[in-house]
């Protein structure tokens, strides 16, 4: 079975920095691209950044740019992604998203279930 | 950026309706369009892909249809699962995004 689960969130103070991790099985993980996707409280969802098979390259939304960086370590079937200079307003459900295997863009059919993200004092 | 728009923003409806979702790009984004679904409370879920593809698994009443800019989601007849909130994705490019939803309601 395919899955993904992230860890990794919780309580942050403003400033503050925190790393999310998305560990995967069930799929040959080396060979897909992966995403982080953000939902706000009540809001709607928010793509933050991308990473392509290989860790060849990386992708961010501007609210992510600066502060947000995306990893992986294909060994460890894992994304990681770290972010810095936390606001109040990167509180959100964080998910990890499985992208595409051929080497473009593509539909994200395998979601996480989320992990939270507070920033708060 | 792409910016994607997506009407109505809530849609009341009832079981056994037929209802259509309607997405715009702000450019062309030829059939590189998503539809998720996303119950209250859980992921998203994967339903349509290219356009027009049924993602497996997904019953038969979800359709879609569209391409350049102007792409929409239809549920033949709402099931009491199918109220919920959907999104449409855009991914031309390495730069996603996502419309802002629409939630449909049971009327």
């Known amino acids: 079975e395919v899955q993904l689960v992230e860890s990794g969130g919780g309580l942050v103070k403003p400033g503050g920095s925190l790393r999310l991790s998305c560990a995967t099985s069930?799929?040959?993980?080396?060979?897909?691209?992966m995403n982080w996707v953000r939902q706000a409280p009540g809001k709607g969802l928010e793509w933050l950044s991308s990473i392509t098979s290989g860790g060849t390259s990386e992708f961010y939304a501007d609210s992510a740019k600066g502060r947000f960086t995306i990893s992986r370590d294909d060994p460890r079937d894992s994304v990681y992604l770290e972010m810095s200079s936390l606001r109040p307003d990167d509180t959100a459900v964080y998910y990890c998203a499985r992208d595409s295997a051929w080497g473009r863009p593509d539909a994200f059919d395998v979601w996480g279930q989320g992990t939270k993200v507070t920033v708060s004092s | 950026d792409i910016q994607m728009t997506q009407s109505p923003s809530t849609l009341s409806a009832s079981v056994g309706d037929r209802v259509t979702i309607t997405c715009r790009a702000s450019q062309s984004i030829s059939n590189w369009l998503a539809w998720y679904q996303q119950r209250p409370g859980k992921a998203p879920k994967l339903l349509i892909y290219?356009?027009?593809s049924l993602e497996s698994g997904v019953p038969s009443r979800f359709s879609a249809s569209g391409s350049g800019t102007d792409f929409t989601l239809t549920i033949s007849s709402l099931q009491p699962d199918d109220f919920a909130t959907y999104y449409c994705?855009?991914?031309?490019?390495?730069?996603?995004?996502f419309g802002q939803g629409t939630k449909l309601e049971i009327k």
């Open positions: 290219k356009a027009s």
């Open positions: 069930g799929f040959t993980f080396s060979s897909y691209s």
């Open positions: 994705q855009q991914y031309s490019s390495y730069s996603y995004s």
